[in-house]
């Protein structure tokens, strides 16, 4: 792993005030998305980190300020953080540093402005966000957040033959719906504690569940959910399947990064799926050795990528 130093200047960052906007980032992200951090740098180019960084720093700081009062105070924030991230690309002075990284990393990267509004514009389907009635309602959830939100991260990443990009969209798609209901999975106990789940009202009444009845489960209830769990997993399997593609569709260099994600992802559900309706009293967590040596691996072939490269 290079150092912070060498890979700003990797990036061509050499601007002191710059410099310290992105570190700020980097600190962040590395105190509370630590996976993320950690596969990033491990896995993908250097230049590549800064903006990365920038992007998955924006989106939780997005997270942050959308995510607690009521639903007017959450859309009043969303419409504040919009303006004040709109004027800041249009050439306004960002005293946030958030911001000045992320205007940073979209003039080096003009591709990142589109998906910016898109998130931005996606965001208010997390402000009114109450659960869920329908599975029509996850897959429009799907469309208008999760795969903005996914786009901003990967429309960084290098990529393969320009008129593939159509199909590279869709094998996104694929990818982030199935990490969306796999959280969904993970999260079903906190979810429960909040009032509202991720996996459709109409689901659970088929298999004689409620949000009410997830808090306090009774075997019965378990064992019914477990047949939920089991049903929504085999959702995940195929979206899975096909999101395999994008191994295809990226060149060499950020080949690791991808296939650790989906390698990451298939841990996940394996994880959840033997939970099963245990998920009621907490998450799932796949074994440190199996996330490890998908780590370990992955940084093996970047290494050898990068040598064949500059060798």
Do not use: N
Not at 47 to 61: D, G, K, Q, S, T
Not at 127 to 134: A, E, L, P
Request: include cysteine.
């Amino acid at each position: 792993m290079p150092t912070w130093t060498r890979t700003l200047r990797e990036a061509g960052i050499t601007e002191p005030d710059l410099r310290t906007a992105y570190g700020r980032q980097r600190t962040f992200v590395r105190r509370f998305r630590t996976a993320e951090y950690l596969t990033v740098r491990l896995l993908l180019p250097a230049r590549l980190h800064p903006p990365v960084i920038a992007a998955v720093a924006f989106m939780h700081e997005t997270d942050e300020r959308i995510d607690t009062g009521t639903r007017a105070a959450r859309g009043a924030a969303l419409q504040s953080w919009a303006s004040a991230t709109r004027a800041a690309l249009d050439g306004a002075t960002a005293t946030d540093a958030t911001l000045r990284a992320l205007v940073d990393a979209a003039d080096r990267h003009p591709q990142l402005r589109q998906y910016v509004e898109d998130f931005l514009r996606g965001a208010r389907h997390e402000v009114d966000y109450t659960g869920f009635d329908t599975e029509d309602e996850l897959q429009s959830y799907v469309d208008g957040y999760s795969l903005p939100a996914f786009m901003l991260l990967v429309c960084l990443l290098e990529r393969g033959d320009p008129g593939e990009d159509e199909v590279f969209v869709r094998r996104c798609r694929d990818l982030i719906e199935a990490m969306q209901r796999i959280d969904f999975l993970d999260d079903l106990a906190e979810d429960a504690g909040a009032g509202q789940v991720g996996i459709p009202g109409k689901d659970l009444e088929r298999h004689g569940l409620s949000v009410e009845v997830l808090r306090s489960p009774t075997d019965a209830v378990r064992a019914r959910l477990g047949q939920l769990v089991q049903e929504q997993v085999e959702l995940v399997r195929p979206r899975l399947s096909a999101s395999r593609q994008l191994t295809d569709l990226v060149p060499p260099g950020t080949r690791p990064f991808i296939t650790a994600l989906l390698q990451v992802q298939k841990l996940r559900l394996d994880a959840v799926s033997r939970k099963g309706g245990d998920l009621a009293a907490g998450g799932a967590r796949p074994s440190v050795p199996a996330l490890l040596g998908v780590l370990a691996r992955q940084y093996g072939a970047a290494r050898r990528t990068r040598a064949r490269t500059t060798g």
